[in-house]
């Protein structure tokens, strides 16, 4: 039989195959996962009308093996936690415009007392002494923003390159030494792959410096670490507003870089200008490789 991964999407995809008394069953189930999560088989029976013989045959339509197999799998959809189960009343297009919007606004405040420029500056020295300065990200947010950190720094003149997958990630890590450091993305900090990676980076003594959650395994492997807060709310339907503190410290960690060597950085974004112009034309006040 195939393992069944999801009990809530199961129940709900054959609920019109159902019959009638174990339709009772999935309706009283999806009424309350965490209650039916809870619940002894009596507690169930009872609360959908049927008998206990149902819950049984109930247990093996849904694809579990007995009642025993069904509670445990709910137990497991209800630890996800209530907002990915339970919907909620739709906010009106302005409603959740503005929410969105605080949330970030929100994200941002929570981080600015977490970013001391002492932090930044033993993070800018770090890169700064680099032979070559790696960035690793996976999965979502992180692969992206690594790829906007080597933007950034490829602007200001420093050797760096982007890795999101997980074995060039690894081949990368055991080619490092000491003269080379690595900026690691990762908002919870518990990728495996990313972890594997960090421990070969130390492994061969180069320096980590890493925009993850303070508590996560990967700090611990960090000499610099960036703390990168991640409080979802309850409303799951917009994207993690997490990434918008990654990028707050992208851009000051950049902004470090560039205050540390200011002359040769304002020849380069001179030269860099001057080459998108010659390409592309446009106004003064246009983005550099935007």
Same mark, same amino acid.
Request: with cysteine; net charge negative; hydrophobic share 45%.
């Given at each position: 039989?195939?393992?069944?991964?999801?009990?809530?999407?199961?129940? @709900?995809?054959?609920?019109?195959?159902?019959?009638?008394?174990?339709?009772?069953?999935?309706?009283?189930?999806?009424?309350?996962? %965490?209650?039916?999560?809870?619940?002894?088989?009596?507690?169930?029976?009872?609360?959908?009308?049927?008998?206990?013989?149902?819950?049984?045959?109930?247990?093996?339509?849904?694809?579990?093996?007995?009642?025993?197999?069904?509670?445990?799998?709910?137990?497991?959809?209800?630890?996800?936690?209530?907002?990915?189960?339970?919907?909620?009343?739709?906010?009106?297009?302005?409603?959740?415009?503005?929410?969105?919007? %605080?949330?970030?606004?929100?994200?941002? @405040?929570?981080?600015?007392?977490?970013?001391?420029?002492?932090?930044? #500056?033993?993070? =800018?020295?770090?890169?700064?002494?680099? @032979?070559?300065?790696?960035?690793?990200? =996976?999965?979502?947010?992180?692969?992206?923003?690594?790829? #906007? =950190?080597?933007?950034?720094?490829? @602007?200001?003149?420093?050797?760096?390159?982007?890795?999101?997958?997980?074995?060039?990630?690894?081949?990368?890590?055991?080619?490092?030494?000491?003269?080379?450091?690595?900026?690691?993305?990762?908002?919870?900090?518990?990728?495996?792959? =990313?972890?594997?990676?960090?421990?070969?980076?130390?492994?061969?003594?180069?320096?980590?410096?890493?925009?993850?959650?303070?508590?996560?395994?990967?700090? #611990?492997?960090?000499?610099?670490?960036?703390?990168?807060?991640?409080?979802?709310?309850?409303?799951?339907?917009?994207?993690?507003?997490?990434?918008?503190?990654?990028?707050?410290?992208?851009?000051?960690?950049?902004? #470090?870089?560039?205050?540390?060597?200011?002359?040769?950085?304002?020849?380069?974004?001179?030269?860099?200008?001057?080459?998108?112009?010659?390409?592309?034309?446009?106004?003064?006040?246009?983005?550099?490789?935007?």
């Amino acid at each position: 039989m195939t393992q069944i991964r999801d009990i809530v999407y199961q129940i @709900r995809s054959c609920r019109d195959n159902l019959s009638a008394t174990e339709r009772k069953v999935a309706d009283a189930i999806l009424d309350d996962i %965490a209650m039916a999560a809870g619940a002894t088989v009596d507690q169930l029976a009872n609360k959908a009308g049927v008998s206990i013989a149902t819950i049984s045959r109930f247990a093996r339509s849904v694809g579990c093996d007995d009642t025993r197999d069904l509670k445990m799998k709910l137990a497991q959809a209800s630890a996800v936690g209530t907002r990915f189960l339970d919907p909620s009343v739709p906010a009106e297009e302005s409603t959740f415009y503005a929410r969105i919007y %605080a949330d970030i606004e929100s994200t941002l @405040r929570a981080h600015l007392p977490l970013f001391s420029e002492t932090l930044f #500056e033993s993070a =800018m020295e770090i890169v700064r002494g680099a @032979r070559m300065t790696y960035v690793f990200g =996976m999965g979502g947010a992180s692969a992206v923003l690594a790829q #906007e =950190m080597q933007s950034r720094l490829v @602007r200001l003149g420093y050797p760096v390159a982007a890795y999101s997958d997980a074995v060039l990630l690894r081949m990368v890590a055991a080619t490092l030494d000491e003269r080379d450091a690595v900026i690691m993305l990762s908002a919870s900090g518990l990728t495996p792959e =990313m972890l594997s990676g960090a421990r070969i980076v130390k492994q061969y003594r180069a320096r980590i410096v890493a925009l993850t959650d303070a508590s996560a395994p990967l700090a #611990e492997l960090a000499d610099v670490v960036i703390p990168v807060r991640t409080d979802e709310t309850d409303f799951i339907y917009k994207p993690s507003s997490s990434r918008y503190a990654m990028m707050l410290a992208i851009d000051l960690l950049a902004t #470090e870089l560039a205050m540390a060597r200011q002359e040769e950085t304002r020849d380069r974004l001179r030269r860099i200008k001057l080459a998108l112009d010659e390409y592309r034309g446009g106004p003064n006040r246009l983005p550099l490789g935007d």
